[in-house]
């Protein structure tokens, strides 16, 4: 099992930044996927960016040119810098964990609110 604890959350003013934390701990594998989803009011959980244990990154378009993925192996954290918020932003921030191997799971951390004020 894996458990995976956010931080970071909170109100900021739109064009301000945040930056949220996520740790892993547990049977964490070497190989795996963390990334951040979120899920505002009244829509679908959507993927704001993930990064794997080399490093590679994907974001999504809305995200691209002002948050930042990044993350510590040593630690099992995955950090998301979040730059330029607009009130567009605001949602539940869900940390994620993929072990993208025969058998591997997924694991949800219960999440983060960010609240971007006008």
């Known amino acids: 099992q894996v458990q995976l604890v956010e931080s970071g959350g909170g109100l900021v003013q739109a064009g301000g930044s945040l930056r949220l934390s996520c740790a892993a701990s547990g049977r964490v594998f070497a190989i795996n996927v963390m990334g951040w989803y979120r899920q505002a009011p009244g829509k679908q959980r959507e993927l704001v960016a993930t990064?794997?244990?080399?490093?590679?990154?994907n974001y999504a378009n809305s995200v691209k040119g002002r948050f930042t993925i990044s993350r510590d192996n040593a630690k099992n954290t995955v950090y998301l810098q979040m730059n330029s918020l607009k009130p567009e932003d605001t949602a539940v921030y869900y940390c994620?964990?993929?072990?993208?191997?025969?058998?591997?799971?997924?694991?949800w951390g219960e999440g983060t609110l960010v609240t971007v004020s006008t």
């Open positions: 994620h964990l993929d072990h993208p191997t025969p058998g591997g799971m997924s694991y």
């Open positions: 990064i794997t244990n080399t490093r590679f990154t």
